[in-house]
């Protein structure tokens, strides 16, 4: 009786049906090139609660630039980054991911031109090498000693010298046996090697000592002049060398323009709150 009380609840999970669904593509010049790799089109965004967390936004994220979102918590950056990545559709406006609607890409298709790295990344259950290549069509067949090879011509190879076994360290199904800088640098290499179009990082290095931010921040090195990112954070150093900064609250997303003035704008925020 347990067990059937129990299987009527996953039975209920494994039954919901996506509701992001594909579109068809409207015209062919959907599929001509264009230097803005994520566009906002009067955007609007409300939660189930009815909340609504964004109000007619409209941006556009050049290729190659990167962009920092700075705001209180609660303001709507992260939910920025889940509408960029397809995580939500908004309830109201567009979205279009280099020059086409983001609702025409297939699944696979969409995640191949969008990396996204959470405050603590999710790990899979085996070796490092297979979470690296998790989701990458062009290595998912390669051994040890071909990712190894892969990674030695990206210019990676020193950050295996933090894992005890390299590409074979064994990572258990919760991911404690790694730590959470450990655990970063194989999301941040994954990435690398899928060179996506966009990155997000949502407070990617919030919570790991600064000998390990470092050594991320030589992996974005790594990353093609073309991928455009996105970058949610506190630290100020993180920020510091974004071409652009925005600021996120209240609804609305304003051009901050520089540090000096991002700062003003939370300090304003601050004390109006």
Do not use: C
């Amino acid at each position: 009786q347990a067990a059937m009380a129990s299987w009527d609840r996953v039975h209920e999970i494994i039954s919901l049906k996506n509701n992001l669904l594909v579109i068809p593509k409207e015209n062919e010049n959907e599929n001509q090139p264009s230097n803005t790799v994520i566009e906002f089109k009067d955007v609007s965004f409300a939660y189930d609660n009815g909340k609504e967390v964004l109000k007619k936004i409209n941006l556009k994220f050049e290729a190659g630039k990167k962009y920092a979102l700075v705001g209180p918590t609660g303001g709507g950056k992260t939910t920025t980054a889940s509408l960029m990545a397809r995580l939500f559709d908004p309830s109201q406006g567009e979205i279009f991911l280099s020059g086409r609607d983001i609702r025409t890409y297939q699944d696979n298709e969409r995640s191949k031109k969008i990396g996204f790295i959470l405050q603590e990344p999710f790990l899979f259950s085996g070796k490092v090498s297979e979470n690296i290549i998790y989701g990458n069509e062009e290595y998912k067949n390669l051994n040890s000693q071909e990712l190894e090879k892969v990674i030695s011509e990206a210019g990676l190879s020193s950050l295996l010298a933090r894992f005890d076994k390299g590409l074979d360290t064994e990572i258990s199904s919760s991911g404690d046996s790694l730590s959470l800088g450990q655990k970063q640098l194989v999301a941040f290499i994954r990435v690398v090697l899928r060179q996506p179009d966009l990155l997000i990082l949502d407070e990617a290095s919030a919570n790991i000592d600064t000998v390990t931010e470092q050594l991320l921040g030589e992996i974005l090195k790594k990353l093609s002049a073309t991928t455009t990112q996105v970058i949610i954070a506190h630290r100020l150093n993180t920020i510091a060398n974004a071409d652009e900064i925005y600021f996120v609250n209240s609804g609305q997303i304003i051009k901050a323009g520089s540090m000096e003035q991002a700062l003003d704008l939370l300090m304003k925020d601050k004390r109006g709150s």
